[in-house]
C-alpha cells in the first residue's frame, strides 16, 4: 500500500511513500533483535564513536532535512533548519552515554553488591506529526546509547525526514538493522508495536486519547511506556510583569508551528487590572507576525500539515464567532489559518479542549489564587509560562501550576539537556536530561558472595 503526500503550503503532491504492513513489521523486529545483540555487546567506546559518526552525518545534511520538513510539513525555514540542528545536537548529548552508564556499588554484608543498567533490547517509538524530527530523536538517541535497537513510525502525514534520519544512520556506519525507519498507519504499524512480544518498550508522541490505547494495550504484556501526549497550558501574565514583553512574545508562546504544538500556551490568563491594557499591545504583535510562504526567510508561521487537521481548528470557530482580533494568512491554495485571538467564557470549549492550530483564548483573574486554580483546571499539564516581577511570587505559581515544564520570564520549554515532560493526562514519564537513557534500561541487582579469607 502506497500513500501520497501533500506540500501542505501548496496543496501539490510531493511524494509517494510505501507503506509497512504487518509482516514487513514483523521482519525488521526480528532483524533488530540480532543487531541489538551484537550492538549492546560492542565496546563502550565504539557506540560512542558510532553515535558521533551518526551526529555528524544529521549536521552534513541539515540543509536537505530542513528542505524536506518545509516540504513535508510546511516548518518555516528557519525552524526546520533549528530542528534538524536539534537531531544532531541530541545525538551528540547522548553519544556520551555508552561510556558512562554506570551502575552502583551498594554496601552489603558478606560479598559485593552491583547495579547494572542493562537495555531492554528492541523500543518502538511512535511520534506525531507536528515535530516529526525533534520528537523522533528524543526517542531514539537516548534508547540507541543505552544499548537498544530502535522501530520508528512517524505519522503518517510527516514520514520523510524520519525516513532520511534512518538513511543517514546506515550511511554513517550504525549496524544493520539497529535503527530502522517504518512508515505506516497506526492501526497497522503502531499497533503491532504494541502487540509484538519482541517490542520491550513503547515511546508514544501524539494525542491523548491514543496514548490511553496504547498504554491499555501495552498493559497486556506488561510492556513499558513513556507517553508525551496533549496540553492546554497557560500563559500567566500578572500585573506587576513587564507587560509590553508578556505582549510582545505571547504569540510566539502560542503561534509556533502555527500552534500545532503541545507546548502552546493557548491559555493566557492575565490579571484583570492590565486586561484592556494588554490586549492593546496584543494586537499589534498578532497581526504583526509574518505568516507565509515555510520557505521564505522572514515567514514566521507557515500552514496548517493537512486539509483534515484545518477542517479540524477551524470548526473551532465558525463564522459567528466574537474573534477579539486576528492576524493574516494567505489566501489561495494551502492549509492557511490566520492566528485567532477569542475571549471567550472560562467554560468554552476553546477553554478546554486542546485545539491544536493558530487559536488563543484570553482570560481574565483576579488573584494569585484564582490565576493558579484557571491554570490548573485542565486535565493536561504540560508546558507554561507566568510572567511577573516579583521573585517569590514567581516562586510560588511556579510550585503551585501542575505542568511538566515551566518557564518564567519566557517561553521556553524544550532544552535537550532538560528533562521534558508532562503531568496529568499530558503524559507518563520524561524524555531529555540527563536520566533519559536510563528509562530505556532495566536495573539489574547481582549480588557476588565473597567468602572470608
Ligand atoms: P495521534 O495520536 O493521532 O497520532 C500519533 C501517532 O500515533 C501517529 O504516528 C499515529 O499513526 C499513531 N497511532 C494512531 N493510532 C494508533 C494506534 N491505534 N496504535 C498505535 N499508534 C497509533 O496524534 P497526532 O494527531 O499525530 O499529534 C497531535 C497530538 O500529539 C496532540 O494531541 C499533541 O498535543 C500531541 N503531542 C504531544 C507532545 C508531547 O511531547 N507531549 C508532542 C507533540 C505532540
Known sequence: MITELVNPATEQALRTVELTDVDGVDDAIARAKIAQKGWAAAAPAERATALRAFAAAVDAHVGELAALEVANSGHPIGAAEWEAGHVRDVLQFYSATPERLSGKQIPV???LDVTFNEPMGVIGVITPWNFPMPIA????APALAAGNAVVLKPAEWTPLTSIRLGELALESGLPEGLFQVLPGQGSV????????????????TGSTEVGTMVMAGAATQVKRVTLELGGKSANIVFADCDLEKAAATAPYGVFDNAGQDCCARSRILVQRSVFDKFMELLE????????GDPAARDTEMGPLVSRKHFDSVAAYVPDDTNVAFRGSAPSGPGFWFPPTVLTPERTDRTVTEEIFGPVVTVLPFEDEADAIALANDTEYGLSGSIWTGNLSRAVRVSRAVDAGNLSVNSHS?????TPFGGFKQSGLGRELGPDAPLHFTETKNVFFAVEES
Open 137 to 140: 530523536v528524543w526517542g531514539f
Open 189 to 204: 504499524v503502531g499497533e503491532r508495536f504494541i502487540s509484538h512480544p519482541g517490542v520491550r518498550k513503547i515511546v508514544f
Open 109 to 111: 554484608a558478606g560479598g
Open 413 to 417: 520549554s524544550v532544552r535537550y539537556n
Open 284 to 291: 499589534p504583535a498578532v497581526k504583526g507576525l509574518v505568516v
